[in-house]
């Protein structure tokens, strides 16, 4: 499974970006797919996933502000991000579960900062 990661870049406090990662090499209707970030100096943490089935889960610091979804259609996982705030800056990655194996993409700079 090969992720590919896009869309990160230099926003400013309030702003919005959508981040894309598509998948090659899986069934991707199948995996469980998320997005982490890693702030500097700090442990990578679970920002949002979504199950085969739709479901999804936030961390609690991005509730009501980015929204996981996907497009089995094209093998692509998006995360909408909107209101960022500067402490939402770090290195977002996707991840994807396939028959209990976990992959990573290459990761994308969101810099939020005025």
């Known amino acids: 499974v090969q992720l590919q990661a896009s869309g990160g870049g230099l926003v400013q406090p309030g702003g919005s970006l959508t981040l894309s990662c598509v998948a090659s090499?899986?069934?991707?209707?199948?995996?469980?797919m998320a997005w982490y970030r890693q702030a500097p100096g700090a442990r990578r943490e679970l920002v949002a996933s979504?199950?085969?089935?739709?479901?999804?889960n936030y961390h609690d610091s991005v509730k009501g502000r980015f929204t996981i979804s996907r497009d089995n259609a094209k093998n692509t996982v998006f995360l909408q991000m909107n209101s960022l705030k500067p402490e939402d800056t770090g290195v977002y990655y996707c991840?994807?579960?396939?028959?209990?194996?976990?992959?990573w993409g290459q990761g994308t700079l969101v810099t939020v900062s005025s």
């Open positions: 991840y994807a579960l396939q028959y209990g194996i976990g992959y």
């Open positions: 090499g899986s069934i991707f209707s199948r995996n469980f």
């Open positions: 979504i199950t085969s089935g739709g479901s999804t």
